[in-house]
């Protein structure tokens, strides 16, 4: 009998990002023989991907870490290892305050990993934090079997330094993967069982092809033709960026969501311009008008944050009136956070936690009422909906997703699962809607 393979935990904090590079590592090590470990008990190996996005995430990192201390000394075999966001902000530091932590990779060195492995299981600690200059990936190698959902990044890194935010300085400017190896890879993910595919980027506006060119909007086109692909989205857009042509494109392309991220960060434009968002809110509203022309129906989501340095009421209030006006479908709302190395954090008129916190609940309550109002009004519509299987509460009740990206949940037959089915809504809930089947 062979040895017993090693095994792999990995704990995933943050966007979809971090979500789609710890499927890579998972590739990566599945390749070097590694199993998954369901906990981080059972596991050789402990891989925790991080975000510095905002402080908390930051915080639950050190403390997670911080407890598997106790698991090392036990078996000291065990190796531990920090990569991600904040892996790339920390670097050396990780290491210094955390002594059992055996190695650090930073956003750029995921494909190093097996070489810092290698040097760990000699005992030799390491921080890699070299952020690359050009897209270093190779293709994932398509997995056996996919779930419904698959995630392919098209672009890393951004060029934008919004004032609060740290992620040009931990995922390093923009640079867009080759076409080629964005389809391939988004192929091999639909002949592994895949139906609906998201593109990722920070800002997937600004994607280009680095040798032919081809933009955003032509990407969605070429990857419309794949057969067995249902439906692909995106995210993130940033709205300065946001084209005429991929707005036609999401009204044309029949396998293209009816759904847009457009984050505003706040409908101020004194609060925008400190952000330097580079657009004003008219700007803004401009551009949801003119996408709700062209693509009826669409859903719209957002970001906002409460509480940015000098924020006055009658700015957090401009971004209440904002959420009436462009109408989110969904919405990320997030307290002001100092994050290092930006511009925000060296600013005066920080506010009080105690402010942003009742601001946030201000946001969420008057985007509760307004989303249930929208939700009630869509009662009548027949859908298209993706099954995703059955649904988590409710007996019998199977859930999926529109053509809009909402959550519906109808009684029908798990059979279902994986195809597409037509439904009425019959009811509009604060984060679902409910409905009932018709005949195909
Ligand atoms: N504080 C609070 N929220 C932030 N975001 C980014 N940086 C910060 C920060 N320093 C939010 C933005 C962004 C989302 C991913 O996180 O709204 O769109
Ligand atoms: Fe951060 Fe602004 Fe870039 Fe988005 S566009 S990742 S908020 S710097």
Redesign the pocket.
């Known amino acids: 009998m062979g040895a017993t393979a090693k095994r792999v935990h990995i704990t995933t904090f943050g966007c979809q990002m971090n979500e789609y590079d710890s499927g890579r590592l998972a590739g990566l090590l599945a390749e070097l023989g590694y199993e998954r470990a369901e906990a981080p008990q059972e596991a050789d190996l402990i891989l925790v991907n991080t975000c510095s996005v905002r402080q908390r995430a930051e915080h639950k990192v050190y403390s997670l870490v911080g407890a598997l201390k106790e698991l090392k000394q036990r078996r000291p075999g065990l190796i531990i290892g920090v990569g991600g966001c904040v892996a790339q902000q920390e670097g050396q530091k990780l290491l210094d305050q955390i002594p059992h932590l055996d190695l650090v990779f930073g956003t750029g060195a995921l494909e190093r990993l097996p070489e810092l492995l290698e040097e760990a299981g000699r005992g030799h600690r390491r921080a890699l934090v070299d952020l690359p200059a050009a897209p270093a990936r190779q293709p994932l190698r398509a997995p056996a079997r996919a779930g419904l959902k698959a995630l392919v990044t098209v672009m890393e890194g ?1 060029d ?3 004032s609060y ?1 740290v ?2 300085h931990v995922r390093g400017r923009e640079r867009s993967r080759p076409a080629a190896e964005v389809i391939a890879e988004a192929a091999g993910l639909t002949q592994a069982g895949a139906r609906e595919i998201t593109l990722l980027g ?2 997937v506006n600004s994607y280009r092809d680095p040798g032919e060119g081809l933009d955003f909007p032509g990407l969605l086109k070429r990857l419309c033709g794949l057969p067995q692909l249902t439906r692909l989205t995106f995210t993130t857009s ?1 709205p300065k960026d946001l084209s005429f042509r991929l707005m036609e494109a999401l009204a044309g392309l029949d396998k293209v969501m009816k759904k847009l991220h457009l984050p505003a960060q706040s409908g101020s434009d004194r609060v925008l311009k400190a952000m330097g968002r580079g657009y004003t809110r008219r700007q803004y509203l401009d551009k949801v008008e003119g996408l709700r022309r062209l693509v009826p129906g669409v859903a719209l989501g957002g970001d906002i944050i409460v509480g940015f340095p000098g924020e006055s009421e009658e700015d957090f209030e401009q971004s209440l009136e904002l959420l009436e006006l462009a109408g989110y479908d969904f919405l990320y709302s997030f307290k002001y956070s100092d994050r290092p190395f930006t511009r925000a954090s060296r600013l005066s008129g920080k506010l009080s936690e105690e402010v942003k916190a009742q601001r946030l609940a201000r946001l969420h309550a008057r985007q509760n009422q307004l989303v249930l109002e929208l939700h009630r009004s869509l009662a009548g519509q027949v859908v298209q909906v993706l099954v995703e299987g059955p649904a988590k509460k409710g007996a019998g009740l199977l859930t999926g997703r529109c053509q809009a990206g909402r959550a519906v949940n109808f009684p029908g037959p798990p059979e279902l699962a994986g195809g597409l089915a037509r439904v009425r809504i019959e009811e509009g809930l604060v984060n679902s809607l409910r409905g009932r089947l018709l005949p195909a």
């Open positions: 951004c934008n330094f919004c935010c992620v040009p920070q800002n940033h």
